[in-house]
């Protein structure tokens, strides 16, 4: 009795995922960038992987304890992440570099915003807003269209054409 209830308590247990296992079952458009499956979760992972990082090894092992060179934290959270911990963090380097990827366009976006200086934006008003529209729309769309001559897919379309925006 006790084989039979363990059996059917596994085959109801969802298996852990890693930071980039890949799920082959009810995936997603979305869920791929750059040819490779990479979700939102992966990405915060690997937020608080860095986080932990700098936590760990510079503010308590070197600030704190003093006597403890930052590398040992570092390597104890690699090995709490890794595949003897949580296993959160696995080697897989096409997943790896797409999530790195990933994590540095948000990264980008953030700091774009923190450096925006609004008084300048006040400023310059609505004329400002319609140079950046008409100046990011425009040359998309001409490199949008040039490239749907040439290709009969029109995401590979906006993706060449995305090539001549101005960011």
């Not at 690997?46 to 003093?66: E, P, Q």
């Not at 790195?100 to 200086?117: D, Y």
């Not at 040359?139 to 029109?154: C, K, L, M, Y």
Request: hydrophobic residues 45%.
């Amino acid at each position: 009795a006790m084989a039979t209830m363990t059996s059917t308590t596994e085959e109801h247990e969802q298996p852990r995922r890693g930071l980039n296992d890949v799920d082959d079952g009810d995936v997603q458009d979305e869920d791929f960038f750059a040819g490779v499956q990479s979700s939102p979760e992966d990405l915060y992972l690997t937020m608080v992987w860095l986080a932990s990082l700098y936590l760990v090894g510079d503010v308590v092992c070197r600030r704190i304890l003093k006597i403890v060179p930052s590398l040992v934290g570092h390597i104890l959270v690699g090995i709490a992440f890794g595949p003897q911990g949580f296993d959160w963090v696995r080697p897989s380097p096409p997943e790896t570099w797409v999530l790195l990827g990933n994590l540095g366009l948000v990264l980008l976006i953030l700091q774009a915003g923190l450096e925006m200086e609004y008084d300048i934006l006040r400023l310059v008003g609505l004329r400002g807003i319609i140079i950046a529209v008409i100046g990011s729309i425009l040359p998309i769309s001409i490199g949008t269209a040039i490239a749907s001559v040439f290709v009969d897919d029109w995401k590979s379309a906006l993706a060449a054409g995305c090539s001549f925006g101005p960011t």
